[in-house]
């Protein structure tokens, strides 16, 4: 998951995920963005992805659903 840099108070501060292509040893990563597009950033600025487990896909479907 990639950090966006200035995000608005209510929007989501994280992108992705990514695939990762390569790891830099000066502390850097490159993406892949889309197919035709990478980028290096510091490993700072992402965070591993988690994916979700399905009882919390199930509470979010709750909360989703009008009462």
């Given at each position: 998951?990639?950090?966006?840099?200035d995000p608005a108070k209510l929007e989501?501060?994280?992108?992705?995920?990514?695939?990762?292509?390569?790891?830099?040893?000066?502390?850097?990563?490159?993406?892949?963005?889309?197919?035709?597009?990478?980028?290096?950033?510091?490993?700072?600025?992402?965070?591993?992805?988690?994916?979700?487990?399905?009882?919390?896909?199930?509470?979010?479907?709750?909360?989703?659903?009008?009462?």
């Amino acid at each position: 998951m990639k950090r966006i840099f200035d995000p608005a108070k209510l929007e989501h501060r994280w992108s992705g995920p990514y695939e990762i292509i390569q790891v830099h040893v000066n502390g850097n990563i490159t993406i892949q963005v889309n197919p035709h597009l990478w980028e290096r950033l510091n490993i700072r600025r992402v965070k591993p992805y988690k994916q979700p487990t399905p009882s919390a896909l199930q509470q979010q479907q709750q909360l989703d659903t009008p009462l």
